[in-house]
């Protein structure tokens, strides 16, 4: 573990779901290795066709958590770069199940105008804010907590990549 990182739970995370570039998916890999977790990548698959909303041009986001993992991995992290939605919100960078222990982020609007290094930035954010979720963590107040509610991008920059002592402390 390197220092001023926290390492979470071991486990697996499997990352599918559409064309997404395979430096984009090594870099997710090596941020979650760096804490401790074990991570594959599995091969991609297909979206689920009644995912697509033709009206919104958007894809619903929690029909990517509710595929059928056909392999026992403790968690599974979708990773997709086509534009989610969920429920009422215009959009999601990511979305958890605690319960099923999946989660899925969209690396859609994180790359938005901004350099590969903030781009890959906010996927690790995006991606251990996912996780966190699937250890059961709420969002927090704390605006510098990666579990902090990302509502605009602006958000997500201001997080870092760590959970606060709060959060912690909870998982």
């Given at each position: ?124 954010k995006e991606a251990i804010h996912e996780l966190g979720h699937t250890w059961g963590l709420s969002h ?32």
């Amino acid at each position: 573990m390197k220092s001023g990182k926290k390492t979470l739970p071991a486990g697996f995370c499997w990352f599918l779901y559409g064309p997404v570039e395979q430096e984009d998916l090594e870099c997710l890999m090596r941020a979650l290795s760096q804490r401790g977790m074990n991570v594959s990548i599995a091969s991609e698959r297909k979206v689920p066709a009644a995912a697509f909303n033709r009206g919104r041009r958007q894809y619903r986001g929690e029909l990517f958590l509710e595929s059928p993992w056909e392999e026992a991995f403790d968690r599974v992290l979708a990773v997709t770069n086509y534009d989610l939605y969920a429920n009422n919100l215009n959009f999601i960078f990511g979305l958890a199940d605690a319960h099923e222990k999946s989660a899925v982020i969209s690396l859609f609007r994180l790359r938005m105008g901004v350099d590969e290094a903030t781009f890959h930035s906010r996927a690790v954010k995006e991606a251990i804010h996912e996780l966190g979720h699937t250890w059961g963590l709420s969002h927090c107040q704390n605006p510098r907590c990666v579990m902090h509610f990302s509502n605009s991008l602006e958000d997500t920059d201001r997080k870092q990549t760590e959970w606060c002592k709060r959060c912690d402390r909870k998982l």
